[in-house]
């Protein structure tokens, strides 16, 4: 009777726990299904590539990613961030209204003045510091960890790289390392524009584990060999020439430039391929002007739907002449530049004068195959979509020019496009330059 008794208690006991288990079962998938939060600040003068290459990379993953101006309250620009080389964005919100909020990450972009703006926002020193002192995973690349982190002491003891000429920034307590990407404990660095994508797969792999970083580094197509020279394979070589007249090429800064190159955006375009585009090409010193397809110049961005503002209307554009048109890919972006009959026929007039013209990911495949415009030609595309070009004898290549047309494969070869691109238009040596200062090589 006592063992029965002690039975009955015991099946009692356990009955009653099970609605605090299953309580307990919910609580814990709830907190699965949870993304992480990831905090990227921006400022004016931030590198966009650097900023861009996180937000998408972590969206990628499935973080929940907010960018946030530093810029203070009060500022009649809204949330509009005047980022380097010209780049508008539109940020998610201010840094100033999450200071109560927890993030599983916050990865400061570099570029120059940004870093310093980025360092005097008294609100994002106090988050970081904090997120430091709790053990959280914080982060920076280019002259951020030197100008900004380092300023703050958060970087005391660690091993951490920067860009290569803020290094001497680095105090005694820090310990300089001349890599690529560097982690030690929870703090992650890198060096530059070049070097956004393995950063940002680093920091994939501080919050989700390597098999999580490599999941989403496969449709990226990075660089097997990351520091080492881009290759374009080049089939019926011409040189690609330049009319008119100088004009302005980095906005606001007076450079003068016979480049003139559009690039069309459109809702769902691939913000790592239009940055790379705009970001370069101004470096080299083009004139390029940003188009937008849709209704307005704010365009949002397919990955991480990143704001970014045109400088004018596609209408615009049709009634100018230009010695380039290259378009980013993304989905449904180059449907709707495959679409814009305004753009189609841009393109069509650029191909017939012999003019340069081209395209990355999507766009070869869903843009110029279906206009005819790669008739006769070599070229490549996102692996993917490879089997919509009617010759897919090049489509292994990361960078194919045959002629007056370029090309190329996806995210991760879009730093080499626009290197290409500039050694069509600028010269070898140019190029190489370029690449040298983007820490590519």
């Given at each position: 009777m006592a063992m029965a008794a002690a039975s009955a208690s015991a099946m009692a006991r356990r009955a009653a726990s099970w609605p605090r288990l299953l309580l307990l079962s919910r609580a814990?998938?709830?907190?699965?299904a949870e993304p992480k939060r990831v905090?990227?600040?921006?400022?004016?003068?931030?590198?966009?590539?650097?900023?861009?290459?996180?937000?998408?990379?972590?969206?990628r993953a499935g973080a929940r990613v907010t960018v946030a101006t530093a810029d203070p309250a009060g500022d009649d620009r809204g949330l509009l961030v005047e980022a380097a080389f010209g780049v508008k964005l539109v940020a998610d919100g201010r840094v100033a209204d999450l200071e109560g909020e927890a993030f599983d990450l916050i990865a400061l972009p570099g570029g120059m003045p940004g870093s310093a703006n980025l360092r005097d926002c008294k609100v994002l020193e106090k988050m970081v510091k904090k997120q430091a002192e709790q053990g959280g995973l914080y982060a920076a690349i280019c002259a951020t960890p030197a100008v900004t982190l380092a300023h703050w002491g958060l970087l005391k003891g660690l091993k951490a790289t920067c860009?290569?000429?803020?290094?001497?920034?680095?105090?005694?307590?820090?310990?300089?390392?001349?890599?690529?990407?560097?982690?030690?404990?929870?703090?992650?660095?890198?060096?530059?524009?070049?070097?956004?994508?393995?950063?940002?797969?680093a920091?994939?792999?501080?919050?989700?584990?390597?098999?999580?970083?490599?999941?989403?580094?496969?449709?990226?197509?990075?660089?097997?060999?990351?520091?080492?020279?881009?290759?374009?394979?080049?089939?019926?070589?011409?040189?690609?020439?330049c009319s008119g007249t100088p004009?302005?090429?980095?906005?606001?800064?007076?450079?003068?430039s016979k480049h003139k190159?559009?690039?069309?955006?459109?809702?769902?375009?691939?913000?790592?391929?239009?940055?790379?585009?705009?970001?370069?090409?101004?470096?080299?010193?083009?004139?390029?002007?940003?188009?937008?397809?849709?209704?307005?110049?704010?365009?949002?961005?397919?990955?991480?739907?990143?704001?970014?503002i045109a400088d004018i209307m596609v209408e615009e554009a049709a009634k100018r002449e230009f010695d380039l048109i290259v378009m980013p890919g993304g989905?449904?972006?180059?449907?709707?530049?495959?679409?814009?009959?305004?753009?189609?026929?841009?393109?069509?007039k650029q191909a017939e004068s012999n003019k340069p013209y081209g395209a990355i990911c999507a766009s070869p495949a869903y843009v110029l195959e279906p206009h005819g415009l790669l008739k006769g030609k070599k070229a490549t595309s996102f692996p993917p979509m490879a089997h919509l070009l009617t010759?897919?004898?090049?489509?292994?290549?990361?960078?194919?020019?045959?002629?007056?047309?370029?090309?190329?494969?996806?995210?991760g070869s879009a730093t080499e496009f626009a290197l290409a691109i500039v050694e069509k238009l600028f010269g070898r040596e140019k190029a190489v330059s370029i690449a040298k200062e983007l820490i590519f090589m």
């Open positions: 814990f998938a709830a907190a699965a905090l990227v600040p921006v400022a004016d003068g931030t590198e966009p590539v650097e900023a861009a290459a996180t937000a998408d990379v972590l969206n860009y290569p000429s803020f290094m001497e920034k680095f105090t005694a307590e820090i310990i300089p390392v001349n890599s690529r990407v560097v982690v030690d404990r929870n703090a992650v660095t890198s060096q530059g524009p070049a070097t956004a994508i393995e950063y940002a797969l920091l994939v792999e501080q919050l989700y584990g390597k098999e999580k970083s490599e999941e989403v580094a496969g449709p990226l197509y990075v660089r097997p060999q990351p520091g080492v020279d881009y290759v374009i394979d080049e089939f019926n070589s011409v040189e690609w020439k004009q302005e090429g980095i906005p606001g800064q007076g450079l003068l190159v559009l690039v069309p955006v459109a809702n769902g375009s691939e913000e790592m391929e239009a940055l790379n585009l705009i970001d370069i090409l101004r470096r080299a010193g083009a004139n390029v002007t940003v188009a937008s397809v849709e209704d307005k110049l704010q365009v949002v961005t397919r990955r991480h739907k990143f704001n970014l989905l449904p972006g180059a449907q709707k530049l495959s679409s814009t009959k305004v753009l189609v026929d841009l393109l069509k010759d897919q004898s090049a489509c292994d290549s990361r960078v194919v020019v045959d002629g007056n047309l370029i090309t190329s494969k996806a995210p």
